[in-house]
């Protein structure tokens, strides 16, 4: 055999993936991508809950610094029928309105509707359970400074 013939089936030589290979790994990425649209729907409903709650707290923290600012008592009342919170001054200036998500309910707990004094203070304190998208939290409003947190239930 001379150097020509050597050199010539070296380069003649073709490597590559075969049909099998091929769909073999075409089938293992198409199983890893069928999990992926489960664990984006529970990070989407994770954010969902995270953002109303805080939605709430500054609707409130708004209603207490209004009240504080104004020197004026802001109530907070529920209407369960049409599923929405109003923040409203006396006299029935309605300082803000904001209906609920779908997925979204409050439940009556030891608190029904409150309101913020001139000082920041709340009249009452209690809790109001808030259920989003199944998981249930706890708006918990204490007695003195007007000072309310939301626990995990």
């Known amino acids: 055999m001379n150097v020509n013939t050597k050199k010539h089936k070296f380069?003649?030589?073709e490597d590559g993936f075969t049909l099998l290979e091929m769909l073999f790994v075409l089938f293992i990425l198409s199983v890893m991508l069928s999990a992926i649209p489960p664990i984006f729907h529970s990070?989407?409903?994770t954010i969902n809950q995270t953002n109303f709650i805080h939605q709430f707290q500054a609707d409130l923290y708004y209603a207490q610094?209004?009240?504080i600012s104004h020197r004026r008592r802001i109530s907070f009342k529920y209407d369960f029928t049409n599923?929405?919170?109003t923040l409203s001054a006396p006299f029935d200036?309605?300082?803000l309105e904001r209906q609920l998500p779908n997925d979204v309910t409050i439940e009556r707990g030891s608190l029904t509707d409150f309101y913020f004094k001139g000082d920041g203070n709340v009249n009452r304190f209690g809790y109001i359970y808030i259920t989003v998208e199944g998981k249930q939290y706890r708006l918990f409003i204490s007695i003195g400074r007007g000072r309310f947190i939301v626990y995990d239930s």
């Open 43 to 45: 990070i989407q409903q």
């Open 65 to 67: 610094s209004y009240a």
């Open 83 to 85: 599923k929405m919170y």
């Open 11 to 13: 380069l003649i030589r």
């Open 93 to 95: 200036e309605v300082i």
